[in-house]
T-cell receptor, first 114, second 115 residues
Framework: SQKIEQNSEALNIQEGKTATLTCNYTNYSPAYLQWYRQDPGRGPVFLLLIRENEKEKRKERLKVTFDTTLKQSLFHITASQPADSATYLCALDPLGGGSYIPTFGRGTSLIVHP | DADVTQTPRNRITKTGKRIMLECSQTKGHDRMYWYRQDPGLGLRLIYYSFDVKDINKGEISDGYSVSRQAQAKFSLSLESAIPNQTALYFC??????????????FGPGTRLTVL
């Protein structure tokens, strides 16, 4: 069966360190993968998209990698700040054609301590 | 996201009542969606609409119905609410770009409690 796996345990790190979140998937061949941020009680907000032919994408302090061999995406926040504390969701294109509604993982909570 | 609004933001109701959740958007997107989110289960798609004349069931449509009144409006109804429909409900829109990626733009959510 198809699965998207994100660590259900919260990631706790100290301010200034790099946070790394993982998204693993099985039985998919997505054309792209997206990362969203969700604050408590609010809707997810799109952060970054990476396509299957891209290894890495950056936006300010954010970096996403996509390894289609390992079936894994890593999401990095450098120089993390307490304001980065939130739940981060990965989403991927379930049919691989790049033209369908993304399927979401359950998210990983990030807590950045001052 | 102020471009996607949902009403009400919070609602407490009783089992058996009919409830309507409304979504409006000013983004000009053709595609609209309804999701529910439960702790530990993530986001699950209830219904989606690619244009005014197109309505499709998602992963968990049983017990729900929708109406696409206009490009900008998409309503979700619970005909006879039951307690396990207690959840956070999100409306979303999208407008696939040239690369056909359905980036989702979410509303602020409606917290629904069914007693």
């Amino acid at each position: 069966s198809q699965k998207i796996e994100q660590n259900s345990e919260a990631l706790n790190i100290q301010e200034g360190k790099t946070a790394t979140l993982t998204c693993n998937y099985t039985n998919y061949s997505p054309a792209y993968l997206q990362w969203y941020r969700q604050d408590p009680g609010r809707g997810p907000v799109f952060l970054l998209l990476i396509r299957e032919n891209e290894k890495e994408k950056r936006k300010e302090r954010l970096k996403v990698t996509f390894d289609t061999t390992l079936k894994q995406s890593l999401f990095h926040i450098t120089a993390s700040q307490p304001a980065d504390s939130a739940t981060y969701l990965c989403a991927l294109d379930p049919l691989g054609g790049g033209s369908y509604i993304p399927t979401f993982g359950r998210g990983t909570s990030l807590i950045v301590h001052p | 996201d102020a471009d996607v609004t949902q009403t009400p933001r919070n609602r407490i109701t009783k089992t058996g009542k009919r409830i309507m959740l409304e979504c409006s958007q000013t983004k000009g997107h053709d595609r609209m969606y309804w999701y529910r989110q439960d702790p530990g289960l993530g986001l699950r798609l209830i219904y989606y609409s690619f244009d005014v004349k197109d309505i499709n069931k998602g992963e968990i449509s049983d017990g729900y119905s929708v109406s696409r009144q206009a490009q900008a409006k998409f309503s979700l109804s619970l005909e006879s609410a039951i307690p396990n429909q207690t959840a956070l409900y999100f409306c979303a829109t999208s407008d696939p770009d040239r690369g056909s990626t359905d980036t989702q733009y979410f509303g602020p959510g409606t917290r629904l409690t069914v007693l």
